[in-house]
């Protein structure tokens, strides 16, 4: 039996065709990769301006629309790995909800804001106590449209988060309703909270689902206020900075006894925190803003 033999020649153009192959099979699933990065990228932001919640099965849809192949863990690495080099963004999976928060230290958002109120120009309006815009800070009074209910939801958030701080992280739904109630909004829960269109009951229930509060209750317990208790979410740990958060209750409480005892009640929210006495800031100076 004859064995056939190949020339040098012919062995050599068959290996560069070989590579030639090889490298159009590399390139052409970068390319598409980049666009499926870019697709999922554009769904996260368009839902995080919205406010939307963003689930593992928004990207698994991206990604059979686009006939990719690949596990969801990779596809989000690769997100996030973008998010974090291009938009100082990145965000986390919590079981099949995808949370997505600020990647930029202090610092770095100094510089940020800073660059946008020098492109910014400014408008001086007129002190209104009745004006949309009467709480913004100066600097950021712009000619811009104004999202009303957004900025309740913001300010609502802020205050349950606060009085959760202050109630050493562990509150009932029925003391955090009395709560709210001396801040005019009514423990009545069938009067919706005005703007809003919704009792204090499902706004609780919204900001738990966007996790900056966790509720909780003991198996087999019934649905009643009294069973139900609320504490900080994880992403109301990441986000907020615990000193700036002290130093905003600092502002308000001037006592030396309440000041001890929110630094007590902060130990509890936040195990590492240490306060520095040293760092003197105004309400105007943080940053306290809740992102949506």
Known sequence: MKMLKRTISAVEASCSSDLVNKRSATELPEIHEQEIVADIIRMILGKVSRNLRIRNEHIHSILQTLYSKGNLKYWISAV?????????????????????????????????????????????????????????????KDLMSINTSDKVMGGITMLIISIIVLSENRINENDLVNSLSAFGISSNLSIPVPLLNKPIQNILGDIAKRDYIK????????????????????????????????????????????QDKICESMKRCFPEFEPNLNEEATLNDMDLHIPT
């Open 80 to 140: 996030k790995k973008e998010l974090e080099f291009t938009y100082g963004l990145s965000l986390e999976q919590c079981g099949s909800d995808i949370t997505v928060f600020s990647n930029l230290k202090a610092h770095s958002r100094e510089i940020f804001y800073s660059l946008c109120e020098a492109n910014s120009p400014l408008v001086d309006y007129q002190a209104n106590l009745l004006s949309s815009i009467f709480l913004i800070h100066k600097s950021k």
């Open 215 to 258: 509720k909780t209750s003991p198996a087999g317990a019934d649905q009643s206020g009294s069973y139900i208790e609320y504490s900080l979410g994880e992403r109301c740990k990441r986000e907020f900075d615990s000193q700036c958060i002290y130093n905003f209750f600092l502002q308000i409480y001037k006592e030396k006894d309440l």
